[in-house]
């Protein structure tokens, strides 16, 4: 176990009175082990304790020869471990518990009085997981120069008649040739009036001249996700409008990224970058909250947005990520991903923003 | 709501002394309204009572314009959604509620004290799904009609030097184009040596003389899934052994399958095929249980296996898919879905069985 990253989770239990958590995000269990899992719908459970007695709970259908730095209690299928789990715990202590615990695995805990609280304090490792340190701001960066090369490779796709679903189809081998390792999420491209549909699925619709372009994608590097956002044009802008759509998306992303440092409060990176485009005459086609912190997952948890007061600190990592959609149309949507330094922002993504024509 | 399927898992629940239930699975929600909704991290759920008073709770982010035939709740994020939901169960009497309940969900609901009792009642939801009903079989016939159609396209590509990926890459345009909708899970291609791999990944194989080839493919027709596996020659077999191991999976198929009908146990269609191939000296090669229970998911509660001694019941639907695995050189697997009638089977997969050497 990474002792730095258990500490910081410890002390966000302590904060809140408690000497005892089961993690059984797969996730944070990564964070802490390096060891990733998806468990289907069998127990892989990290128990930790302030007084350092921690222990994993690993299936034995569940391949993990490697030391994790914590004992391992190995069972299987027929056994009764959550009898098993139970033994571990204090019954005499109040026991937090990741908020996406299944029932199938709390309520035996409840009923076995394996503690005399249950609490949801998975915001620790959130916390916790919010503040990179220095080899997940490496691997982030690099998960995004991998990202900033995809998007190069994306871009010379881009011809006359060639659909959404193709260059989405392209994203899985480009990034396997840059390194990648899957997806962050799957690839969006959207082209013309389907720039304006939140979240559209890639399909069949063809490129033509004219259209606004969005391509938002990400990878993942030895497990860390990158995410970024590009608009285009195709050929000509139609409309001298679209320019302006582009420069004021553009000036939003850039305003807020520029304000980026430690202890600016959330919500104000989220109303620099509104303000710019509700004084453009364009607030109601901003749907989204500006950003969301991403890490081991792409959505982690934290965002960017109005009603998020927290103060940033560094070694937060969060997307900015400006828009305008304009219904039946066109959208413009452009984002970085930012990291919060000692005494400014490191913005991960390079690659250019300056509005492009593509030919 | 489907009155039928809400009846079903009302009795099962009656069965355990249960008045009501708050079902969070969205493909059982699925099962009874006809509505899937990926909840993401937000509550999407459905509250049944044996006095009928039921109520679907969805966040105002979800776009439901639809009749459930069940009074909707909305709410949104900021509104204290759980002490609402307890609003509406009734304190005085236990409440079921589904395996995968997040923790989130299920702790404010102990805490508020919203039942007497809090119970996993899964397996109510489980055992009414386990039995199709006509409309259910309807669509099932379908997509394994269509999984059939999209085996003939695969086979096509299948020429010297094509790899695993591109193989696997193709399949859900082929699904597309015969009208699948989707997975229901990533397709396995395994080429050689890599079809005695469990579950092996496609990559970059590619095909050559002599290969063993396994196709593991499977769609979503209206929800429903399919599920189906071939296994083939390249250009030619390279030991008569080869074609000994092909036939005692094809044997070990057909023999299990000819024994279906109702009341039979499951686990004695397990022992069938497991006799084949122990007989033929593979014991050991057949690694996995003979099948799995399918529907909405592609595996849906209840397994064909050793272990379960349950009897088999009319619109039961599960796989058939004994294998023979020898590391470092090949393997073969043979998978239909089969349909328990009131007198016998339905195989829902019609793409032949005889042992094909591809040209």
């Given at each position: 176990?990474?002792?730095?990253?258990?500490?910081?989770i410890?002390?966000?239990?302590?904060?809140?009175?408690?000497?005892?958590?089961?993690i059984?995000?797969?996730?944070t269990i990564?964070?802490?082990?390096?060891?990733?899992?998806?468990?289907?719908?069998?127990?892989?459970?990290?128990?930790?304790?302030q007084n350092?007695?921690?222990?994993i709970?690993?299936?034995?259908?569940?391949?993990?020869?490697?030391?994790?730095?914590?004992?391992?209690?190995?069972?299987?299928?027929?056994d009764?471990y959550?009898?098993?789990?139970g033994k571990?715990t204090d019954?005499?202590?109040?026991?937090?518990?990741?908020?996406?615990?299944?029932?199938?695995f709390?309520?035996?805990?409840i009923?076995?009085?394996?503690?005399?609280?249950?609490?949801?304090?998975?915001?620790?490792?959130?916390?916790?997981?919010?503040?990179?340190?220095?080899?997940?701001?490496?691997?982030?960066?690099?998960?995004?120069?991998?990202?900033?090369?995809a998007?190069?490779?994306?871009?010379?796709?881009?011809?006359?008649?060639?659909?959404?679903?193709?260059?989405?189809?392209?994203?899985?081998?480009?990034?396997?040739?840059l390194?990648?390792?899957?997806?962050?999420?799957?690839?969006?491209?959207?082209?013309?009036?389907?720039?304006?549909?939140?979240?559209?699925?890639?399909?069949?619709?063809?490129?033509?001249?004219g259209?606004?372009?969005?391509?938002?994608?990400?990878?993942?590097y030895?497990?860390y996700?990158?995410?970024?956002?590009?608009?285009?044009?195709?050929?000509?802008?139609?409309?001298?409008?679209?320019?302006?759509?582009?420069?004021?998306v553009k000036?939003?992303?850039?305003s807020?990224?520029?304000?980026?440092?430690?202890?600016?409060?959330?919500?104000?990176?989220?109303?620099?970058?509104?303000?710019?485009?509700?004084?453009?005459?364009?607030?109601?086609?901003?749907?989204h909250?500006?950003?969301?912190?991403?890490?081991?997952?792409?959505?982690?948890?934290?965002?960017v947005?109005?009603?998020?007061?927290?103060?940033?600190r560094?070694?937060n990592?969060?997307?900015i990520?400006?828009?305008?959609?304009?219904p039946?149309?066109?959208?413009?949507?452009?984002?970085?991903?930012?990291?919060?330094?000692?005494?400014?922002?490191?913005?991960?993504?390079?690659y250019?923003?300056?509005?492009?024509?593509?030919?």
């Open positions: 176990m990474n002792k730095q990253r258990l500490d910081s410890l002390g966000h239990l302590a904060e809140q009175g408690i000497t005892q958590m089961i059984t995000d797969p996730y990564f964070y802490l082990t390096g060891r990733y899992q998806d468990p289907g719908e069998r127990l892989f459970a990290l128990y930790i304790n350092g007695q921690n222990r709970f690993i299936n034995e259908l569940f391949t993990v020869p490697e030391d994790l730095g914590v004992e391992k209690v190995w069972f299987c299928d027929t009764d959550l009898h098993l789990l571990y019954p005499t202590a109040p026991l937090g518990v990741d908020k996406t615990m299944h029932a199938r709390l309520l035996p805990l009923d076995g009085k394996c503690a005399t609280a249950f609490i949801n304090t998975s915001i620790c490792a959130d916390e916790a997981r919010a503040v990179k340190d220095a080899e997940e701001i490496e691997l982030m960066r690099h998960s995004s120069r991998i990202n900033d090369a998007m190069g490779e994306i871009v010379k796709l881009l011809t006359t008649g060639i659909t959404e679903r193709e260059v989405a189809g392209a994203v899985a081998g480009i990034y396997r040739k390194g990648g390792e899957g997806f962050s999420f799957d690839p969006l491209v959207e082209f013309g009036p389907n720039c304006a549909i939140g979240h559209h699925t890639p399909d069949d619709t063809p490129l033509k001249e259209d606004s372009i969005i391509i938002d994608i990400g990878c993942r030895h497990g996700c990158s995410d970024m956002t590009r608009s285009f044009f195709y050929k000509k802008i139609l409309k001298e409008n679209d320019r302006f759509v582009y420069d004021t000036q939003a992303n850039e807020a990224e520029a304000l980026i440092r430690p202890g600016i409060q959330l919500c104000e990176l989220d109303k620099t970058a509104r303000d710019i485009i509700t004084k453009a005459g364009y607030g109601k086609e901003f749907t909250r500006l950003g969301h912190f991403i890490g081991i997952e792409d959505h982690d948890y934290g965002d947005s109005l009603a998020n007061t927290a103060l940033t560094p070694g990592v969060f997307s990520e400006p828009g305008i959609y304009i039946n149309d066109m959208g413009i949507r452009i984002e970085d991903l930012a990291l919060v330094t000692e005494n400014g922002a490191e913005i991960l993504n390079k250019p923003k300056e509005l492009t024509i593509l030919e």
